[in-house]
Nanobody, 127 residues
Framework: QVQLVESGGGSVQAGGSLRLSCTASGRTFSGFDMGWFWQAPGEEREFVASINLDDGSTYYANSVEGRFTISKDSAKNTVYLEMKSLEPEDTAIYYC????????????????????WGRGTQVTVSS
């Protein structure tokens, strides 16, 4: 059974940094994508970033491009989201996700196409 466990959320002031981690278990760490989504109160879940575990290619939402970096450590079955220059608008619950097999870029940005989800970790950025 695939499990995703997030960690690293917390509260920071605007301009600060956080690093989120997501560790996957229950499957070989290759042949699929892993991603991060966020969901603010009253809002829909939205794409933040994704990484192809085979070739390392990454995609980002426009709102985080240049501030957030997604990376992987295959030896630890873990994906990271390094977040810098955080803004109050980044406040949300952040969810880790994975799919069953590699997807093309348009589908990566739609949460409906992702198969497995973590429970989420809260990130709060104060002004």
């Amino acid at each position: 059974q695939v499990q995703l466990v997030e960690s690293g959320g917390g509260s920071v002031q605007a301009g600060g940094s956080l690093r989120l981690s997501c560790t996957a278990s229950g499957r070989t760490f290759s042949g699929f994508d892993m991603g991060w989504f966020w969901q603010a109160p009253g809002e829909e879940r939205e794409f933040v970033a994704s990484i192809n575990l085979d070739d390392g290619s990454t995609y980002y939402a426009n709102s985080v491009e240049g501030r957030f970096t997604i990376s992987k450590d295959s030896a630890k079955n873990t994906v990271y989201l390094e977040m810098k220059s955080l803004e109050p608008e980044d406040t949300a619950i952040y969810y880790c996700a994975s799919d069953r097999k590699l997807m093309s870029e348009p589908r990566l940005r739609d949460p409906v196409f992702w198969d497995y989800w973590g429970r989420g970790t809260q990130v709060t950025v104060s002004s």
